[in-house]
């Protein structure tokens, strides 16, 4: 069973920096898409839909990120760890949420919460203004 755990999560002043880690343990194939969403504190909670899509890493290397974080976000990965990062940087206010790491046996990579089977528990961020 393909398990993602994640990690780093806190609280920060506005303009500060975060480093999201996530392990994803029992992967056997040979292809893996990764992926961080969020869900923010107005949001349903655990409402699988509510889930934004932030950064995407597919198997290739390639790489997407929300409109939001552009910039500021950048997503990365050790594949001898099969460990997934996120690194935050000039957060906000708005990007205070519940932190997810998603993972998906493909080749491809689809930024929507529907793309991906396997999920972590989820990890808070704050951005306290």
């Known amino acids: 069973q393909v398990q993602p755990v994640e990690s780093g999560g806190g609280s920060v002043q506005v303009g500060g920096s975060l480093t999201l880690s996530c392990v994803i343990s029992?992967?056997?194939?040979?292809?893996?898409?990764m992926g961080w969403f969020r869900q923010a504190p107005e949001k349903e909670r655990g409402a699988f839909a509510e889930r934004e899509g932030v950064a995407g890493i597919d198997s290739k290397g390639t790489t997407n990120y929300a409109d939001s974080v552009k910039g500021r976000f950048t997503i990365s990965q050790d594949d001898a760890q099969n460990t997934l990062y996120l690194q935050m940087n000039n957060l906000k206010p708005e990007d205070t949420a519940v932190y997810y790491c998603?993972?998906?046996?493909?080749?491809?990579?689809?930024?929507?919460?529907?793309?991906?089977?396997?999920w972590g528990q989820g990890t808070q961020v704050t951005v306290a203004s």
């Open positions: 029992g992967f056997t194939g040979r292809e893996l898409s």
């Open positions: 998603a993972a998906e046996s493909s080749t491809y990579l689809l930024l929507t919460p529907e793309f991906f089977s396997y």
